[in-house]
């Protein structure tokens, strides 16, 4: 049975920085003091943390996926103010004032201001083992999005307790190895002090677990550290512990995996393949998932999906290409639709959309879709990864990079294929843009790899779609690969430190 946050509350935040306008989301009420008396009580703010992720996966897309080369706008040169903003995002043209980077902004920072009050109540948890878990899920939750905001705008603001205004006002940004230290430091205590059993299941399906700690720091280590420090090769162990483990279950062959199309399906919902995700749940309760809606094409007529829709997050012509070039079928059709048939005009629409997410629904933007934050896919690839820039290409490597090829029914490598470091490194660089493409990795990739700007400005240089701009569409510099602090944390504290560019 699926563990669902059905609350209608959300921590209390004073920190001044991170408020923001919850009034999209149902369960966003301040939690008085004396609510919190006991277990179950702090149970309630641990699952209200959890529903904070909603918030936080609305716009990620946007800040990721849609400014990488796997997305784009649907149609140019329109003029609304909406259109403007996706615009800009696409093109890294961004301001200080864009709303969608400010609601995203907020929204990180509000989920740690819950999870900071969750852990300020934790004292009235008795069972050491319980108060353990609610820490440990508490810690993985703030890490997470740490994670997020450093990766996007490099210097944070560090609030791990409950911060009144008057001090909050007067904050400034941590450094990016000082936000790494909380995130790396929080998930380290969690596995060295066993604090998560390795696998929830039962009612706690769902939450997060010791593999998934193990998992997203893993992903941590990759990104902060290169080959040579101790913590790159630890990510590379903390992979291999994670795929030998009980959850992902050992797989040798792609026998063993989930076919790719039941990873995303609504009736495999939990499957061994998800390490970690963000639940949704339709049914007019508030919880359904928005982006059926917000990717389906426009104007299809109820024939896609009922109600409105946006085109947001369209398929490249430049990912397209990559899976045709692959002669990847399954992936794509699970990804990526380039038309729908109209039965009143008995015509085919040829429109690219999204699909991944795309399921039916009765109301609109009240899909079941979980979107999946960490899963076996993503660590397989990461360890083929490692492995080949601290081994070699060896065998073990190239047995799961070829795990992941055989399930999507495209030809595997042999070991003479890639000889050379160099050549296995691009051959899992293209694997994860195919495995991964429209869960908000490709960005995060490319900034690791230390690529964006080179991948984007070729990309922007040879999408045909940008040619039909009726101003030239420039090159992005590096300073553009980080977002801008929103205006709304200037007019608060006027000596925060901008990130350079804006």
């Known amino acids: 049975m699926k563990m669902r946050t059905f609350v209608a509350l959300i921590a209390t935040t004073t920190f001044g920085l991170a408020s923001c306008s919850m009034d999209q989301e149902p369960y966003s009420e301040v939690v008085p003091e004396t609510y919190v008396k006991d277990a179950q009580s702090v149970n309630t703010l641990v699952l209200g943390c959890y529903n904070g992720l909603q918030n936080v996966m609305h716009y990620e897309w946007a800040m990721t996926e849609l400014r990488s080369d796997n997305a784009r706008m649907y149609g140019n040169n329109s003029t609304s103010n909406t259109t403007k903003l996706v615009e800009q995002l696409d093109q890294s043209t961004i301001g200080t004032e864009h709303e969608w980077v400010a609601d995203y902004w907020n929204a990180c920072y509000a989920l740690i201001s819950r999870v900071n009050s969750m852990l300020s109540h934790l004292g009235v948890v008795s069972d050491a083992t319980l108060r353990s878990q609610y820490e440990a899920e508490g810690l993985f939750l703030r890490a997470l999005e740490y994670f997020n905001i450093v990766r996007l705008w490099g210097p944070a603001f560090i609030v791990t307790q409950k911060t009144p205004s008057e001090v909050a006002r007067y904050m400034q940004r941590s450094t990016v190895d000082e936000t790494y230290a909380l995130i790396e430091g929080d998930l380290e205590r969690i596995i060295a002090n066993g604090m998560l059993p390795e696998v929830m299941d039962g009612a706690n399906t769902g939450r997060a677990d010791m593999t998934a700690v193990k998992a997203l720091l893993a992903k941590v280590y990759a990104t902060h550290y290169q080959k040579g420090d101790a913590q790159y090769a630890r990510a590379r162990q903390l992979c291999l512990e994670v795929l030998q483990g009980a959850k992902a279950g050992n797989p040798t062959s792609a026998a063993d995996l989930v076919p790719y199309p039941d990873i995303f399906s609504t009736s495999n919902e939990m499957n061994k393949e998800i390490l970690f995700t963000v639940r949704y749940l339709s049914g007019n309760v508030g919880l359904g998932s928005p982006f059926g809606n917000m990717f389906a094409p426009i104007n299809n007529a109820a024939i896609v999906i009922i109600g409105t829709s946006n085109n947001y997050n369209t398929p490249s012509d430049n990912l397209i290409a990559a899976y045709q070039g692959e002669g990847d079928v399954v992936r794509f059709n699970t990804n990526i639709s380039q038309g729908y048939y109209n039965p009143t005009t008995q ?29 076996v896919g993503d660590i397989a690839l990461l360890f083929a990864e490692l492995d080949n820039e601290l081994n070699g290409p060896t065998s073990t490597a190239l047995n799961y990079l070829n795990m992941i090829r055989q399930r999507a029914g495209i030809a595997t490598y042999d070991a003479s294929d890639l000889s050379t470091t160099y050549d296995f490194r691009e051959a899992v660089r293209l694997e994860r843009r195919l495995e991964l493409a429209f869960e908000n990795q490709r960005w995060f990739d490319l900034q690791r790899w230390k690529t964006t700007t080179n991948v984007v400005n070729k990309y922007l240089a040879t999408e045909a779609f940008y040619a039909g701009y009726s101003y030239e569409v420039k090159p992005i510099a590096e300073w553009q690969t980080m977002l801008p602090v929103p205006v709304s944390v200037f007019n608060i504290n006027p000596q925060v430190a901008q990130n350079v560019g804006y």
């Open 347 to 375: 015509a085919t629409v040829n429109v690219n959309y999204c699909k991944k997410y795309l399921t039916p629904v009765t109301t609109q933007f009240d899909g079941e879709s979980d979107w999946p934050l960490l899963r």
